[in-house]
């Protein structure tokens, strides 16, 4: 079946290090998206790609990083510099305006 | 910048009750609307895509509906189940050149339907 999978589930980041969420899909789609959610916070978009090679800030990348080596993979780095990571974090792949969601990462600092 | 509301941001309801979910943004130049559905601890559903040329869309017991011209959406769910308790988020997406349609989401309603 064609979809998104993201893992790990659940990733426990110590202070000061960086870490790195998976996402990949094999519905190939173009465009992959990262978001992150947070309680009474909604979604908000942290980066974008729209092509291989390719990718651009969202309202929120300070503290992150991404590359797009692959148009199935889009793998985000958590790094230092975020100073609040702990969050929900939600992977998307997109083919013109139609959607598809990853499962998420729960990530927590500890 | 787009601002997404959505109203009740909770709601308890019995069984069997029909009820609505409202959404509204501030810039109606969208390219369409989203509704999703969101488990606790798992990802987004696509319940319905409502595109800006369209006015409702149904899918089952679920029906959307979208006024561009005056900002607002509203989900309406007959006969709720006890299954159909989770959180519901509204999207609208607008067409960017870096971007392409991202997405700007709601805060989203927690739906409790009690037996």
């Known amino acids: 079946d064609g979809g998104i999978t993201q893992s790990p589930k659940y990733l426990f980041r110590k202070e000061g290090q960086n870490v790195t969420l998976s996402c990949e899909q094999n519905l190939n789609h173009d465009a992959m998206y990262w978001y992150r959610q947070d309680p009474g916070q909604g979604l908000r978009l942290i980066y974008y790609s729209q092509i291989v090679n390719d990718f651009q800030k969202g309202d929120i990348a300070e503290g992150y990083s991404v590359s797009r080596e692959k148009k199935e993979s889009f793998p985000l780095t958590v790094t230092s510099a975020q100073k609040n990571p702990t969050a929900f974090y939600l992977c998307a792949s997109s083919i013109g305006t139609g959607y598809t969601f990853g499962s998420g990462t729960r990530l927590t600092v500890v | 910048k787009q601002e997404v509301t959505q109203i009740p941001a909770a709601l308890s309801v019995p069984e069997g009750e029909n009820l609505v979910l409202n959404c509204s943004f501030t810039?109606?130049?969208?390219?369409?609307l989203q509704w999703f559905r969101q488990d606790p601890g798992k990802g987004l559903t696509s319940l319905l895509l409502?595109?800006?040329?369209?006015r409702e869309q149904t899918s089952g017991r679920l029906n959307a509906s979208l006024d561009k011209s005056s900002g607002r959406s509203t989900l309406y769910i007959a006969a709720s189940q006890p299954g159909d308790s989770a959180t519901y988020l509204c999207?609208?997406?607008?067409?960017?050149?870096?971007?392409?349609?991202?997405?700007?989401f709601g805060k989203g309603t927690s739906l409790l339907v009690t037996p």
């Open positions: 810039d109606s130049a969208i390219y369409n």
């Open positions: 409502i595109q800006s040329s369209q």
């Open positions: 999207a609208v997406s607008v067409m960017n050149s870096n971007s392409g349609y991202a997405l700007n």
